[in-house]
């Protein structure tokens, strides 16, 4: 028997959370692309997913925001609450969408209407004029898709007990990642083979989707068939599987906590590991001296990995915390995995993605640009080119994502790069000055040296002088290697001479003539 | 005997040190007392193949997976950091523009070891001592390594920012360039590491860069069937 859900949907709740009114239109960028907009931002066209620079495009005027899910969380947190006095059984998805067993609060309010009216007035009151969507309907999956499609629209979505599958029969297969059942690989999988409404994939029997699919293929299918929301192999662990930790002194502060909550997680995490299972459901419990508690279920169906329990650990102990219902310290911390299913090894898939260090970096990226503005923040770019300097080029890594390999691999390895004939080859100079330098080359009479058209020189040179430096004996050389670049296009052309010239100190330059003149383009240093 | 080696080294307790540091490439582990780049430390890189050695330096952290940022060093030659052995994907050029004050310099260093672990960068020409002090402090506090090029340290002094180890190529001789023939192949260095971390001074030959671009150690070489023109740098 599927339980009856009802899903409360805030959409794009990091843009409410940062407090902009909705006639503003900003977006929540993370990793240089969008997470959630405004819905004044939607109406100019900003979709989630988007570059920053594409975003900026549509609506240059919009107001950028940096993700903060902590932000999110205390900002959920009322609401939470709110709606936490409705029912008991309350779960948290994440900051913005929460789910609630329906059928004894439906009872107590009369009825599906009255308590999905109910709800919604409850998040308004809390959280201001949001947009927000209350579905209710058998089955978790089908819950959400009715809350998301409630949104702006005429009021809260009603699907009949037993009625889910005709729900969700017409609806593109494509919800099946919007809600996190499956990734993007699999549901672009279903769409290259067919598959294009959840009804398609709800026809196929069950057994030819394992077989073709494999376990996530399974589960998206009875999701689909809003047969049970739960996967196959999910059960209830026995209560010997929570961990707890109990402080002898106290606690006051969030951060030893969540530092306790982090080891907690972690043996959670590896004990669950060693039976091949994973938490879809935690229950996160906190109690203090004086018997004030705090407890609150929070669920993901793809599973929770340790990060992701300490990050909902730490909302959920910073919102009580700021509530003011604590007076005195925390002592006693408890996980308890509510819901496990086995691991089918999806994790990996889904948090697949950049290292901690490539997310470090990008943030640090992000900050500098603030501090020294876009152009001051460069990342190489492959250009093409013959000369040192031109080969690779500098731009802003504000246009780039640097967590994204694609994007990486677009930037530094075109797919046509040419053989370039007439570039000199390896070693390349190490120090290669953003202004060429004016230098001098003479030969042993003191006559500057000259580079004839057929690309000879007048003497051998013997001394170099770069700039304002003192002049330096010329101990070899060789070339000229001759250099016609761009000539069917002039504005570009460029004709020189190049020369490898050591001097005396050890050092070696690169020397160009060009237009009668000689520069030094690049030292080997 | 190499069996021996390895079994003393499964056995011996694994230092602070040892687990607290960076890879090194090959060729370049004999200037470091530990073997490799402790974290935490700060490395000049002087003489007439600075910007080299410095590339040559972050080549083998940034290939593990660490990212390096580039502060105030306009004149970086990207092919010589890829020919080098950097990879691309992990650097980050900071260009702090006209304006060079030493607080916004110790500042921009600030956010940059928040975020990356190796950090190449000009030191400033006067340093003042608690900015110093501070900025040490940080790439202590961050794990991080400092790398300094440029030429505003002296032969001498070493300005007032504590420099852990100091790398100097001593000898310099670029092979493959004749009188109006040839192209530059190599340049044999003798590379010197001093320093406060080094009891005492140590000095390894390597080609800087080799041929095809990289830092190679020395092979004995039968070819030698031309006079190399001998330079010692100051």
Sequence with gaps: ?525 | MLAAMDLAAAVAPTTLARQRTLPVSNPLIPLFPDGALVRGRAVSCQGVAATSLALALAAEPTTAGAWVAVVDVPWLGVEAAVELGIPLERLVRVDPGLSGSRSEWADLVGAVLDGFEVVVTRLPRHLSATVARRVQARVQAREAVLIAVGSSLSAAGRGPLPLDLTLEATTAVWEGVEQGWGCLRGRRVTVTSTGRRVPRPRQVELWLPGPGGGVAAIEEREDVDVEPVLLSAG
């Excluded at chain 1, 913005?96 to 009255?114: E, I, K, N, T």
């Excluded at chain 1, 901690?356 to 990342?379: F, K, P, Q, S, W």
Aim: negative net charge; hydrophobic residues 45%.
């Design chain 1, 1 to 525: 028997m599927t339980m009856r859900y009802v899903t409360v949907w805030c959409p794009d709740w990091p843009v409410v959370a940062a407090g902009v009114a909705a006639e503003v239109p900003a977006v929540v960028l993370h990793a240089n692309r969008v997470v959630a907009r405004s819905p004044a931002a939607a109406a100019q066209g900003v979709l989630q997913g988007q570059r920053r620079r594409s975003a900026q495009q549509c609506c240059p005027d919009v107001v950028l925001l940096d993700h903060d899910p902590d932000r999110d969380a205390r900002a959920f947190e009322p609401v939470v609450r709110a709606v936490g006095r409705f029912a008991p059984r309350l779960e948290v998805v994440e900051p913005g969408w929460l789910c609630l067993d329906a059928r004894g609060p439906s009872r107590y309010f009369g009825g599906d209407q009255s308590l999905a009216k109910q709800l919604m007035s409850a998040v308004r009151a809390h959280a201001g004029p949001v947009a927000v969507g209350v579905g209710v309907a058998d089955g978790r999956f089908a819950s959400a898709v009715a809350a998301r499609r409630a949104v702006g629209g005429r009021g809260p979505i009603i699907v009949d007990p037993g009625g889910s599958a005709a729900f969700l029969d017409r609806l593109p297969v494509a919800w099946l990642q919007h809600v996190g059942e499956a990734d993007a690989e699999l549901v672009g999988l279903f769409a290259r083979m067919g598959l294009a409404r959840l009804g398609d994939l709800a026809a196929l029997p069950a057994g030819d989707v394992l077989a073709r699919f494999g376990p996530a293929g399974r589960h998206a299918h009875r999701v689909a068939s809003a047969d049970d929301d739960r996967r196959a192999n999910a059960e209830d662990p026995p209560p010997e599987r929570r961990v707890e930790q109990c402080f002898d002194d106290p606690v006051v502060q969030v951060q030893p906590l969540v530092f306790v909550g982090k080891h907690l997680a972690d043996q959670l995490v590896a004990e669950l590991a060693t039976e091949g299972q994973v938490c879809t459901r935690l229950v996160v419990t906190a109690e203090t001296e004086h018997g004030e508690r705090t407890e609150r279920a929070w669920y993901r169906a793809a599973g929770l990995s340790a990060p992701a329990m300490v990050e909902r650990v730490r909302w959920q102990l910073d919102g009580w915390m700021e509530a003011g219902n604590v007076s005195a310290g925390v002592v006693l911390l408890r996980l308890a995995p509510d819901e496990v299913r086995g691991d089918d090894g999806d994790q990996l898939r889904l948090w697949g993605g950049p290292s901690a260090a490539d997310e470090r970096a990008a943030r640090a990226v992000t900050r500098l640009a603030g501090m020294v503005g876009d152009d001051g923040v460069l990342v190489p770019a492959w250009h093409g080119g013959r000369l040192p300097g031109d080969r690779y080029g500098w731009v802003p890594a504000s246009t780039t994502d640097l967590t994204d390999p694609d994007d990486t691999a677009q930037r530094l390895r075109p797919d046509l790069s040419g053989p370039w004939p007439g570039s000199l080859p390896a070693p390349s100079p190490a120090v290669v000055q953003p202004e060429a330098q004016t230098a001098t080359l003479t030969d042993a009479n003191g006559e500057l040296v000259q580079v004839s058209g057929r690309g000879e020189l007048s003497a051998p040179p013997a001394r170099l002088t770069i700039g304002d430096r003192p002049a330096q004996t010329v101990t070899g050389w060789a070339g000229p290697w001759p250099l016609d670049e761009r000539w069917w296009e002039p504005p570009r052309h460029r004709r020189l001479a190049r020369l490898q010239v050591v001097t005396a100190d050890g050092t070696a330059h690169l020397v160009l003539a060009e237009h009668r003149n000689w520069w030094v383009a690049a030292s080997y240093g």
